[in-house]
């Protein structure tokens, strides 16, 4: 079992930065590839970005290009989302995810979610 706990949400302002992070216990990520999902009200989860166990294989939605970074230190247990040049749109709940296969909606492992809020 993996057990994961996001941190970091809260009210900004458009064109400001936030860094989400996503703490893990029961496993060392090491073994897991993960990621980052939001989702907004009235709108199914999507995918932002995602990472390889090693974290040298990183993949980002086309919305997030550019913005948003994600990284991880496998010897903290943890995963951060950088997000830089927020925009109003960027305003859902964020959940991190991770998995021993590719990450997808399907994904075996998730967090509670933490409250990303953008003001224009």
């Known amino acids: 079992q993996v057990q994961l706990v996001e941190s970091g949400g809260g009210l900004v302002q458009a064109g400001g930065s936030l860094r989400l992070s996503c703490a893990a216990s029961g496993r060392t990520l090491s073994r897991y590839n993960m990621g980052w999902f939001r989702q907004a009200p009235g709108k199914e989860r999507e995918l932002v970005a995602a990472?390889?166990?090693?974290?040298?294989?990183?993949y980002y939605a086309d919305f997030v290009k550019g913005r948003f970074t994600i990284s991880r230190d496998n010897a903290k247990n943890t995963m951060y989302l950088q997000m830089n040049s927020l925009k109003p749109e960027d305003t859902a709940i964020y959940y991190c995810?991770?998995?021993?296969?590719?990450?997808?909606?399907?994904?075996?492992?998730w967090g509670q979610g933490t409250q990303v809020t953008v003001s224009s």
């Open positions: 995810a991770a998995d021993r296969s590719r990450i997808t909606l399907a994904t075996q492992y």
């Open positions: 990472s390889n166990w090693g974290g040298l294989s990183t």
